[in-house]
């Protein structure tokens, strides 16, 4: 249990290699979730435990290209676009920005991939930047494991 979240975490931080854009770009698989009828997408690569990965601002899903490599290698890494940004709805007024709705995203996201709730273990969430907070809130909703990255 903490020997997978080590390796997780040492692959984010030290094995993020480069990796050639064109070639990423024909391997991941993009779609879109519904989170209460907003669309979120989504780039996916890899198959096993799920890893969700959310961007900064000004991000989106590419932020995570050279991470994505690496842990799909024994992961099912799912980084999205959040509402507002890049290919995601961008729905009008201040109030669809607010902490339910993100966090909502995120869930419609992990439900979208059919992943029951996971045991506290089986799911890692990784957030860049602002992203931290989201992830803090979302860990008390779903009592997983989160590893928290941001620069």
């Known amino acids: 249990m ?3 979240s080590l390796y ?19 391997r991941v698989k993009h779609g879109f979730a519904n ?3 907003v669309k979120i997408h989504y780039a996916t690569l890899g198959k096993g435990p799920l890893v969700v990965m ?15 490599e690496t842990l799909a290698e024994d992961h099912q890494v799912v980084a999205i676009d959040m509402r507002g940004y890049n290919k995601s ?6 109030e669809q920005y607010d902490m339910k709705f993100l966090i909502g995203d995120v869930l419609a ?7 029951k709730r996971p045991p506290s273990w089986a799911m890692t969430g990784v957030a860049r930047s ?5 992830w803090q809130h979302l860990r008390y ?3 997983s494991l989160f590893l928290i990255y941001h620069t």
């Open 2 to 4: 903490k020997s997978s």
């Open 8 to 26: 997780l975490f040492i692959s984010i931080i030290l094995l993020g290699l480069k990796v050639d854009g064109a070639d990423l770009h024909e």
């Open 35 to 37: 989170s209460s009828g």
């Open 54 to 68: 959310i961007h900064g601002f000004p991000d989106y899903w590419y932020t995570w290209r050279h991470q994505m």
């Open 89 to 94: 709805d961008k729905p009008k007024g201040k």
């Open 109 to 115: 996201v992990v439900k979208h991939f059919k992943k």
């Open 130 to 134: 602002r992203g931290v907070w989201r």
């Open 141 to 143: 909703v779903t009592n």
